[in-house]
């Protein structure tokens, strides 16, 4: 079936270490994006890619950076992750013009 | 660790019953309104879309309803199941962009 993969669904990193998100997908979809999901919030729109076209959103902290090295592929890197950056981190993809979303099953990232 | 969530908007029915989920939005700018049901531990789940010219759109069991004029929008499910249980997004995409913003969720119980 054609989705969307987060790995790994649950990821523990240390206050300060670097650590590197991944999501792939099969849906050959161009444009992709990262959402950051807290505790009984909305997700939160990151950052997204359409094709190779990084698109910021502008309260995005510079410590979110993200890479996307072919269609399948994206990754989020958070460089010095603070206690703050505990949350789910939510990949979607879309086709250009299409209101569908299609959303991985996320990564709940712990901070300790 | 994450930060205290804020408490999500709850609305419990009876299975059976109907179940209207309200939303407000504030870019008068949007092109088009989404609604996303999103399930304990997984990723969100497109429902249906409106465009921003339209005040009324029906899918299998759920109806959308845009109010421009008071910025507001509705989400109908008729005959709500258990399995309707979940917490529903609204969201919306500007006529820039490939864009999407989340709104608060609602949390939807259905009573057996």
């Known amino acids: 079936d054609a989705m969307v993969i987060q790995n790994p669904r649950y990821q523990v990193t240390q206050f300060g270490k670097p650590v590197t998100l991944s999501c792939s997908q099969t849906l050959n979809h161009n444009v992709m994006y990262w959402y950051q999901q807290k505790s009984s919030q909305a997700p939160k729109l990151l950052f997204h890619?359409?094709?190779?076209?990084?698109?910021n959103e502008a309260d995005t902290p510079d410590n979110f950076q993200s890479r996307r090295p072919n269609t399948s592929f994206c990754f989020l890197d958070i460089r010095s992750p603070g206690l703050g950056d505990a949350a789910m981190y939510l990949c979607?993809?879309?086709?250009?013009?299409?209101?569908?979303?299609?959303f991985g099953p996320g990564t709940r990232l712990t901070v300790t | 660790g994450e930060s205290v969530g804020l408490h999500l908007p709850t609305l419990s029915v009876q299975e059976g019953d109907n179940s209207i989920i309200n939303c407000a939005y504030s870019n008068s700018a949007s092109d088009y309104f989404i609604w996303y049901k999103q399930e304990s531990g997984k990723g969100p789940q497109f429902i249906i879309d409106i465009r921003s010219n339209m005040d009324k759109r029906q899918g299998q069991r759920v109806t959308v309803l845009l109010n421009k004029t008071v910025k507001h929008l509705s989400l109908q499910i008729a005959a709500t199941q258990p399995g309707d249980s979940a917490v529903y997004f609204c969201a919306e995409t500007p006529n820039t962009g490939n864009q999407f913003y989340f709104g608060t969720g609602t949390s939807l119980t259905v009573i057996p």
């Open positions: 979607a993809t879309s086709r250009d013009g299409g209101n569908e979303q299609y």
């Open positions: 890619y359409y094709d190779k076209d990084f698109n």
